[in-house]
């Protein structure tokens, strides 16, 4: 199943930097994992927001959870899912 996903980074402003640093360093390399697994399909920031969409692919809504509940960054994220299905037109 693909999913698309919307996740906006919620940390809070007062994070010591070296831990900011820390944890995005730590959200590229999971990220990078989901990749290399082909989890995560695809991946775009959002320009002007501390956010990002992404196309996932898995089984299920149970692999999608675990997925997303790996990244460092998952306690302070505001995340959407929206399942996809293939359109009827798609070849």
Same mark, same amino acid.
């Given at each position: 199943m693909e999913f698309l996903v919307r996740? *906006?980074?919620?940390l809070p402003l007062d994070t010591p930097e070296e831990e900011s640093l820390r944890?995005?360093?730590a959200e590229?390399?999971?990220?990078? *994992?989901?990749? /290399?697994? !082909?989890?995560? *399909?695809?991946?775009w920031r959002v320009p002007g927001r501390n956010a990002w969409? !992404?196309?996932?692919e898995?089984? /299920?809504?149970?692999t999608l959870h675990d997925a997303l509940t790996s990244l460092p960054l998952f306690p302070w994220l505001d995340v959407s899912i929206e399942p996809l299905a293939t359109h009827p037109q798609e070849l």
């Open positions: 996740a *906006e980074n919620r944890l995005r360093k590229r390399a999971r990220a990078q *994992e989901l990749r /290399d697994a !082909g989890i995560l *399909e695809r991946l969409v !992404g196309l996932f898995v089984p /299920d809504a149970t």
